[in-house]
C-alpha cells in the first residue's frame, strides 16, 4: 500500500527531502539504500520530470538538488544536463557521504559535489544558481515562504526553482481486497492528514500558509512559469523491488498510525504484512503502483 505523495520517505524522491532530518532518531544506514531504492523505482517519472525542465533551462551552469538525500535525483540532473555541475544539498551528512562515494565510483566527482546545509538556514553558503530543484523539502520547514524567499535569493538571472509539492495520493491495491472493511486506503489518507497536520505545527517557527505553491512563488519575486503533473503507472504484477516497497511502506505507516486506526483495520495491515498469508503484498497478484506528482515552476527575470 502507497502513502500520501506528500510523506516522508515518499517512493518518489529520494529525497523525501522530507525523510524526517528534524529527527535525531534516523538510522542513516538504513535510509540511504532505502531512499536510493525508492528513485529507482520512480525512475521514469523522475527522468520526465527533468527533461521537462529543460524548457525554461536547455543549459543550466549550475544545479543545486536541495533536501537531495544521497543524490539520486542529483545525479539525473547531471545525466539530462550534461554541462552543468551538480551540487548535492542536504543535512544529513551520511546521506551525502553515499553521494561523494557514488560520484568517485561514476567518475562524476568533477560535476556532482555536495553541500551540508539546513533549509533555509544554511542555504547562503549555495552558490548562485541557474536550477533549483525541491522536491518535497519546503513542507518541512515551518515557515515555507520564507524559505522560498531565500531560495529565490540563490538564483542567477533568469535561473528558475523547480518545486516537486502536491500531487495525489498513490493507490496500489484494488477498494476493495477481499478481507476487512473496503477503503483501507482512503482511511489512511485521513490518518497521514492529521500525522502531517502535527508534524507541521510542530516544526519550529511554523506558520500556517495556504498551499498555493504558483501563489507563493510569485510571492517570493518569482515569475510562476508552469505547472505540470508526472504519472508514475506501474501496473500489476509488480516487480520484486516495487513490491518490496510497498511492504516497507505499509509496515512504516502502521507503526505511525496504530493509535489513529481501528482495530479492524489494523487487523488487516497485519494480513497484508504477513509473508504467510497468500492474500498479503507479498503474494497477491493484483498489487500496483499508481501515483501523480506536481511540479511548479517559478523564474527569475
Known amino acids: 500500500m502507497a502513502h500520501d505523495h ?22 542513516w544506514a538504513t535510509m540511504g539504500p532505502m531512499l536510493e531504492r525508492n528513485a529507482r523505482i520512480a525512475a521514469p517519472q523522475n ?8 524548457d525554461w533551462q536547455p543549459e543550466p551552469a549550475l544545479i543545486g538538488d536541495v533536501g537531495s538525500g544521497s543524490g539520486s535525483i542529483a545525479f539525473l540532473l547531471a545525466e539530462i544536463f550534461p554541462k552543468a555541475e551538480v551540487i548535492a544539498v542536504d543535512p544529513a551528512e551520511p546521506l551525502l557521504e553515499r553521494a561523494r562515494e ?6 562524476l566527482t568533477g560535476r556532482v559535489s555536495t553541500l551540508q546545509a539546513e533549509l533555509p538556514e544554511g542555504i547562503g553558503e549555495l552558490p548562485l544558481a541557474d536550477l533549483l530543484w525541491i522536491g518535497r523539502a519546503l513542507h518541512h520547514v515551518g515557515d515555507q515562504q520564507a524559505a522560498l524567499a531565500a ?3 540563490r538564483l542567477a538571472p533568469g535561473g528558475a526553482i523547480a518545486l516537486l509539492e502536491g ?5 496500489s491495491l484494488p477498494r476493495d481486497i477481499g478481507f476487512g472493511r473496503p477503503g483501507l486506503q482512503t482511511r489512511f489518507d485521513l490518518a497521514d492528514e492529521k500525522w502531517f497536520t502535527q508534524m507541521r505545527g510542530d516544526l519550529p517557527g511554523a ?6 505553491w504558483p501563489a507563493l512563488l510569485t510571492e517570493a519575486g518569482l515569475r510562476h512559469a508552469g505547472t505540470r503533473s508526472f504519472l508514475l503507472d506501474l501496473p500489476a504484477p509488480l516487480p520484486d523491488d516495487a513490491r518490496a516497497h510497498l511492504v516497507t511502506e505499509l509496515s512504516r505507516r502502521r507503526e505511525m498510525h496504530a ?6 483495520d489494523l487487523a488487516t495491515v497485519d494480513r497484508l504484512l504477513d509473508a504467510n498469508d497468500e492474500q498479503s503484498l507479498h503474494h497477491r497478484p493484483d498489487v500496483f503502483l499508481l501515483s501523480a506528482q506536481t511540479v ?3 523564474v527569475k527575470e
Open 6 to 27: 506528500k510523506r516522508d520517505h515518499d517512493h518518489d524522491h529520494e529525497h523525501s527531502h522530507g525523510h524526517g532530518h528534524h529527527h535525531e532518531d534516523i538510522d
Open 47 to 54: 527522468r520526465e520530470i527533468a527533461e521537462w525542465l529543460r
Open 102 to 107: 557514488r560520484a568517485g565510483r561514476e567518475g
Open 151 to 153: 531560495l529565490a535569493d
Open 167 to 171: 500531487g495525489l495520493n498513490p493507490r
Open 207 to 212: 506558520k500556517a500558509v495556504t498551499e498555493d
Open 259 to 264: 493509535e489513529t486506526l481501528e482495530a479492524e
Open 296 to 298: 511548479h515552476v517559478g
